[in-house]
């Protein structure tokens, strides 16, 4: 696979120009000369960011979430340059939709929105408004509801959280009411902007950019969902399988302000009564799954995930892209080695020139050839990037695995070939997939591992996995984890840090034009590394209790044999020659699910348990990769970089 290099440099410092050459700019790219010249391949920025045009209005939901008898307002601060107002000349929006700007903050820094004495935005967090304003697009941070400056409740994921950002879209196209105030009778309207929208953010902000497209709203051109929700049962759940402690009303708890705090009681006990911690599918999550709505899409997606990101699961990311695929929506994809990381923090000068074009060409129609670069951009190693013409590659294929018994006890291979016997192990929620890795090649009685031979070739990994088992409880209860590893020495992002595979530094770059209040200079960071001799790079999870249905869990009967397919986090990894690939299956993953109400023991009839798993190249490729050895396997070890991942709290981290 070719390591891309055509990544392009000159975006380092930029300063605000000096009156005199705005002018001159402006009088070059408005001149008929360049009115003749070929059309524009790239914005550049000749607006004026210290006089961009500042203010805020409060946008009609249509709901009444508070209940206090009136439609709910959020607020949208507006950043946009002066200039092409003057001009009569419409511009784009650029939308950050997030209940993060009060809270907690937004990126690396946690920066929050200040205001001045009338209330307008001084510092909008990030980079967004500082870099694209110039360059003639108005940059719109709206509060969700129920946070910051807006009316009505926060329902994390549902119909206020969606139609709030929604109403902000519908207003940019004319097709909704925006008042001056919070609570005035004075109507404005959004008569500077063409309503073309992308939506990007992060986390949650992401998560709202997938909800509103799955609406289908017309304006909404684009989206850059980072780390995004998909589907949010999936983020408490894992097919029955409890994922964190609390529950949604505890998360509209972390972010609301103080009046919905006051107000908003109701809201948050249906959030509680509709997220049973039985892991039961209730019409909450209906409400809350934008996969379902996927044909709906009308926006183009700029997909970005951390391929080990253990908060937002990559999960959301695969089923998302796949559900996009089905129905023609044009996309694109960056994969890296982090956890729950912006691209600004780990790739930061490719990151805001792709961003530049991608906005270029999806709002201003600039035909710059983005659509015509390669889809996938995935990080291989550290800082080693690389691409693929498409997502997953050509001649991907769901390949069978099957286990087969040892000569040690929870100790299998993993081949092509039908196997029979049994595999025992029993759950010990102390230990998690990292204590597993560690100890592949040796019998140990919490989980039972399947390795192909070393391989003489690299083997290639594309999409989303899959685990089917049958498998024999001594309890009424029984949690599954299912994980592929990479067996042998690598260097890697050390996700499992706090900072999840990076170190910030202290000095500073700067990405588009600053003012007294507001900074475009970003504390830099780079990677942070660490050295293993396996590395998990998917996994999935489930409650053996719902192996029927995901509406009702039932209690299992000891000694019964149950049949479950367990849905792997989507990934792309390539397995190296000389590495093996290993299967594990076990319990309770610790700090990632919840244990069972039982420590049962398991037995897995291994004529009935395989492995579906997406390669490139299909069975021919896994043939030619495990015939023969090319190098004596590589002993597991403790790990002595990556830790078991810490414990995540139940909030996507901003």
């Not at 691209?343 to 659509?371: K, S």
Request: charged residues 20%; neutral net charge.
């Amino acid at each position: 696979m070719p390591i891309r290099t055509h990544i392009r440099t000159r975006f380092t410092i930029w300063r605000p120009l000096a009156a005199a050459a705005v002018t001159a700019l402006l009088a070059a790219f408005l001149s008929p000369a360049a009115a003749q010249a070929a059309p524009p391949r790239e914005s550049r920025p000749v607006y004026s960011y210290a006089h961009a045009l500042r203010e805020a209005v409060w946008v009609d939901t249509g709901l009444d979430e508070d209940g206090d008898g009136k439609k709910d307002r959020v607020a949208a601060d507006i950043v946009r340059p002066a200039e092409p107002a003057r001009q009569g000349r419409k511009v784009p929006v650029i939308m950050d939709a997030s209940p993060y700007y009060s809270c907690c903050g937004r990126g690396n820094e946690s920066q929050k929105k200040t205001y001045d004495a009338h209330g307008h935005v001084v510092r909008m967090p990030l980079f967004y408004d500082n870099f694209f304003v110039p360059r003639g697009y108005a940059f719109v941070g709206v509060d969700l509801a129920g946070t910051n400056r807006s009316d009505g409740c926060v329902d994390v994921g549902g119909r206020s959280d969606i139609q709030s950002a929604k109403a902000v879209v519908d207003w940019l196209n004319g097709r909704a009411k925006a008042y001056t105030t919070r609570t005035g009778t004075r109507t404005v309207k959004a008569s500077w902007t063409n309503g073309r929208t992308g939506m990007i953010g992060k986390s949650w902000d992401a998560t709202i950019a997938n909800g509103v497209a799955a609406t289908g709203v017309k304006g909404l051109k684009t989206i850059v969902p980072i780390s995004g929700i998909s589907s949010w049962y999936d983020y408490y759940f894992a097919q029955g399988a409890p994922l964190y402690d609390g529950g949604p009303d505890e998360l509209a708890g972390y972010v609301e302000s103080d009046g919905a705090t006051a107000h908003c009681a109701a809201v948050q006990k249906k959030l509680a009564d509709g997220s049973p911690r039985t892991g039961d599918w209730t019409p909450l999550w209906t409400e809350r799954n934008y996969v379902k709505d996927a044909a709906k899409v009308r926006a183009s997606v700029f997909l970005v995930h951390g391929m080990q990101d253990l908060n937002v699961r990559t999960k959301h990311f695969g089923q998302w892209w796949n559900a996009l695929a089905k129905h023609g929506v044009e996309r694109k994809i960056w994969l890296s080695q982090t956890g729950h990381v912006d691209p600004f923090d780990y790739r930061r000068g490719a990151w805001v020139d792709t961003l530049h074009h991608w906005f270029d060409h999806e709002l201003l129609g600039y035909d710059n050839g983005i659509d015509r670069e390669p889809m996938a951009d995935i990080e291989r190693h550290p800082d080693q990037w690389v691409t693929s013409k498409v997502w997953p590659p050509h001649g991907t294929r769901a390949t069978t695995l099957r286990p087969a018994p040892g000569t040690q006890p929870g100790v299998g291979t993993l081949g092509l070939a039908p196997a029979t016997g049994t595999e025992t192990f029993t759950d010990d929620p102390k230990l998690s997939e990292t204590d597993w890795a560690a100890h592949l090649t040796t019998s140990t009685p919490e989980k039972a591992g399947f390795i192909t031979a070393p391989l003489t070739r690299d083997l290639r990994l594309s999409g989303s996995s899959s685990v089917t088992v049958t498998a024999t409880p001594t309890t009424s209860s029984a949690h599954l984890s299912a994980v592929l590893v990479d067996l042998g020495p690598d260097t890697i992002r050390d996700y499992a840090d706090s900072a999840e595979g990076i170190t910030t530094l202290t000095n500073r770059t700067c990405w588009g034009a600053s003012t007294a209040g507001d900074s475009a200079c970003f504390k830099t960071t780079k990677a942070k590394t660490a050295k293993v001799d396996a590395t998990v790079f998917s996994r999935g999870w489930a409650d053996l209790g719902h192996h029927a249905s995901l509406d009702h869990g039932v209690p299992l009967t000891p000694g019964k044999a149950y049949t479950i397919t367990l849905s792997l986090a989507a990934t792309d990894h390539v397995v190296p020659k000389g590495h093996r690939l290993a299967l594990i299956v076990a319990g309770t993953d610790k700090d990632l699910i919840d244990p069972p109400s039982t420590e049962p023991t398991l037995t897995l009839d291994l004529s009935r348990t395989t492995a579906r798993v997406p390669l490139v190249g299909g069975t021919t490729a896994f043939t030619q990769a495990t015939s023969g050895s090319a190098t004596t396997a590589p002993t597991a070890r403790t790990l002595d970089g990556v830790r078991a991942p810490r414990t995540t709290q139940h909030v996507p981290a901003s």
